[in-house]
């Protein structure tokens, strides 16, 4: 079992649908992360939750929002997400830039 | 900006033979971290050890030991007697800090472990 649990596990959903993706850790860490993970690729951070600053890759688009309702929790919103959004999303959090992070299981999504 | 290879993308081996993951890494920062992942089939990112940039001692945790070489900007990995749970991806990654905790991934070495 890891210690940062992501749901749900698989996702697929159509292009006008509206979906979230929640992350959460319970070992006080102060840094929660998103990535996206495709086929024989490593991961790509996307969004970075830190000492409750957002940072954002900028070559994420703007249909994946990141949510933090506190700092256990790191959601993200998705909205009219194209077929290419398919992928793993992985979850992350760490007590900071020098520990390790902490990887949730993943949600499998798949976009029709 | 930071960068990591890994130059081998698939590695196989027979049970029980030793496998070395290379890893070379690049930065302009003097203080920064080092860190390998196993990635299972399952999906999950298991991490495996971490390494700062001002500790280039050799760790050895059972069947696994690194060997951290700043002159060459090298950490690499090794398994010894490979066994077939240890089939997976393995990811080498740098972090520098900064406002984005940007941890940097390298491409991940593709391990197979054959009976």
């Known amino acids: 079992d890891t210690e940062v649990t992501q749901t749900p596990k698989h996702l697929v959903m159509g292009m006008t649908n509206k979906k979230s993706l929640k992350c959460e850790q319970h070992?006080?860490?102060?840094?929660m992360y998103w990535y996206k993970q495709k086929a024989k690729k490593p991961p790509e951070l996307m969004f970075v939750?830190?000492?409750?600053?957002?940072?954002i890759n900028e070559s994420v688009p703007s249909r994946f929002s990141p949510e933090c309702p506190n700092s256990s929790l790191l959601n993200l919103h998705l909205h009219a997400l194209q077929p290419e959004d398919s992928a793993l999303y992985l979850c992350?959090?760490?007590?900071?830039?020098?520990?390790?992070?902490?990887f949730g299981d993943g949600t499998r999504l798949s976009i029709l | 900006a930071q960068k990591v290879t890994q130059a081998q993308t698939e590695i196989s081996v027979v049970e029980k033979e030793d496998v070395t993951l290379d890893c070379v890494y690049e930065?302009?920062?003097?203080?920064?971290?080092l860190f390998w992942y196993k990635q299972p089939p399952s999906g999950e990112l298991v991490f495996l050890i971490r390494?700062?940039?001002?500790?280039?001692q050799n760790e050895i945790s059972g069947r696994y030991s690194w060997n951290f070489q700043k002159s060459t900007s090298s950490f690499n990995f090794t398994i010894t007697a490979s066994q077939v749970v240890d089939s997976a991806v393995y990811f080498c990654?740098?972090?520098?800090?900064?406002?984005?905790?940007?941890?940097?991934f390298g491409a991940g070495t593709r391990l197979t472990v054959k009976p």
């Open positions: 939750y830190s000492y409750e600053k957002l940072s």
């Open positions: 990654a740098l972090s520098e800090g900064g406002d984005n905790n940007d941890m940097r």
């Open positions: 930065t302009r920062d003097t203080t920064y971290y």
């Open positions: 992350a959090s760490s007590q900071d830039w020098e520990r390790p992070q902490h």
């Open positions: 390494r700062n940039s001002f500790d280039e």
């Open positions: 070992m006080g860490h102060r840094a």
